[in-house]
């Protein structure tokens, strides 16, 4: 897929290639091949996969923890990206981040800050400015062994955003949290956004991922198989029928017709009519089952469906090249 750099991207891969060489059993592994990302300013990409897809090789590789075999990567316009300048505008957010539990949340952040050469007032400031951002205020001289894993990652976050930094990567921000946390995490992220700052999302919480990006790319054996908005992608398919007086019977025939009950909540209950099938037809079939009609919705496909679907493709594919 040839591209052209976009002068208005802030994270920008061009035919990007990272061969392991020798990583298994002796043979080569091609982890990245062609990769071309253009990740906008103050947007939300969500960066998806399943495990092995190249998603940790393409960080490392934007943190300049490794180096590519080929291809180039800009950010922020340099293509030089261990500069001090570069360094300072990406906050780091990784998986099961460790820090350790002796220390206070303050602590943890005076220390990180320090790494990036803050001192003084200066630091102090920062400090206060990403704790209150995250909303650990009342928690910031608690020592981390008193934090619940939502506490953690919220202190993970202000250590990302200890620099101020343009960019942040953050790979698996929610895993492992509790509906609360996920939501209090998600409005923090959304609020980032909101101020003008460029979040690059990996995750397997795909329905987290829905909710907050602008843009996503799946990721597949090292390629880019889909990418683009939320609403570009996510298609609308079937068609969605609220009805009620369903018998089992009732039911049953209407399986048979294709049409299935997609969410039962009493009496109520919602059908779902398969793409190209006829909803005036379905209707009619309710209708001969003497089911009361409450509303008809187009059904958009979930992210997760869409995931799915491209990678079930993608994996059959490289089945069928073997």
Do not use: W
């Not at 059993?25 to 897809?53: C, M, T, W």
């Not at 400090?127 to 910031?140: N, Q, S, Y």
């Not at 919705?297 to 979930?302: K, N, V």
Request: hydrophobic share 40%; proline share 3%.
């Amino acid at each position: 897929m040839e591209r052209h750099q976009s002068v208005s991207a802030v994270i920008e891969t061009l035919n990007l290639n990272k061969i392991y060489e020798g990583a298994f059993r002796g043979q080569d592994v091609h982890a990245l091949k062609d990769l071309n990302l253009a990740i906008k300013p103050g947007e939300i990409f969500g960066y998806l996969g399943p495990n092995g897809s190249g998603k940790t090789t393409t960080i490392k590789l934007l943190l300049g923890l490794i180096f590519p075999t080929s291809g180039t990567i800009t950010i922020m316009g340099s293509r030089d990206i261990s500069s001090a300048k570069v360094k300072r505008n990406i906050g780091y957010l990784p998986e099961g981040a460790y820090y350790p539990d002796f220390l206070r949340g303050e602590e943890i952040l005076r220390y990180y800050g320090k790494l990036y050469g803050l001192r003084g007032a200066d630091l102090e400031k920062r400090i206060d400015a990403a704790i209150e951002l995250v909303g650990m205020t009342h928690a910031r001289k608690r020592l981390l062994r008193g934090y619940s894993k939502g506490m953690r990652q919220r202190i993970g976050l202000a250590q990302a955003l200890i620099s101020d930094p343009q960019i942040l990567i953050l790979d698996e921000p929610t895993t492992g949290l509790d509906p609360i946390a996920r939501k209090e995490i998600r409005d923090i992220l959304a609020n980032l956004r909101n101020q003008g700052k460029t979040l690059l999302i990996s995750s397997h919480e795909l329905l987290e991922v829905e909710l907050i990006s602008d843009r996503v790319g799946i990721l597949f054996d090292g390629v880019v198989q889909t990418m683009g908005t939320i609403e570009e992608l996510l298609t609308e398919r079937e068609m969605s029928i609220e009805v009620s007086g369903a018998s089992e019977e009732a039911l049953t025939r209407l399986s048979g017709k294709g049409i299935s009950v997609e969410d039962y909540t009493g009496e109520k209950m919602k059908l779902r009519v398969p793409k190209g099938q006829s909803v005036y037809d379905t209707l009619e079939l309710c209708k001969a089952e003497q089911l009361t009609i409450i509303s008809i919705a187009p059904r958009r496909e979930t992210l997760e469906e869409l995931f799915v679907r491209v990678v079930g493709a993608a994996e059959a594919e490289r089945r069928q090249a073997v």
